[in-house]
């Protein structure tokens, strides 16, 4: 499992750890942290995601935010987040996901962490899940806050329930239920 990696040389590290372990028998999930709500980290340049495509094409499971999706798909984030008060903003998510299977080196899952949606009366944070077998979607009333570190703990459980054997749908639902109880007391006390 990596998280954030702020350098060419550490993703180099990781991608050599990989060249020497990583088997058909093992799992490995890459966060790709570069950056939220349509903006890149200010270190991420074009020589770091770069790099970062080559890692996450060799993840068994990716876990990148919509911000995150676009970068690594070289997709129009605000083109994307225009629509997604669409019927069809779910699949267009969908579509970026394909072209990132369609490079990856091994069977891959990709999941979109923290969609924002809205049906027009109600806001949803959803997960989206896109494998070259399924495809699973899950949201929860949206609080209207975010949280620093949720996408780290959301993909670290992710990576434990999968070891444990959890499939994709599973997972996610134990993350979810492990973080939802907690977004929704910190929303409470105003808690940032």
């Known amino acids: 499992y990596s998280g954030y990696l702020g350098s060419s040389d550490q993703i180099h590290n990781v991608l050599y750890f990989l060249e020497q372990f990583h088997t058909k028998d093992t799992l490995y999930l890459a966060d790709p942290v570069m950056g939220d709500n349509g903006r890149r980290i200010r270190i991420f340049t074009d020589e770091l995601l770069d790099t970062m495509k080559t890692l996450t094409k060799k993840a068994n499971v990716i876990t990148p935010n919509l911000t995150e999706l676009c970068l690594l798909a070289d997709a129009d984030y605000d083109e994307l987040r225009s629509h997604s008060f669409d019927e069809d903003y779910l699949k267009r998510i969908e579509e970026i996901e394909y072209s990132l299977l369609a490079k990856a080196e091994v069977r891959q899952t990709v999941l979109v962490t923290g969609i924002i949606r809205s049906d027009g009366e109600q806001t949803y944070m959803g997960n989206l899940a896109l494998s070259e077998k399924e495809t699973f979607y ?14 780290d703990l959301f993909a670290s459980v992710i990576a434990g329930s999968l070891v444990q054997g959890y499939c994709i749908k599973d997972a996610v639902l134990k993350a979810t239920n492990f973080l939802q109880p907690a977004i929704e007391e910190a929303s409470m006390e105003n808690i940032e």
């Open 138 to 151: 899950h949201e929860t009333p949206f609080t209207g806050m975010s949280f620093s570190g949720t996408g």
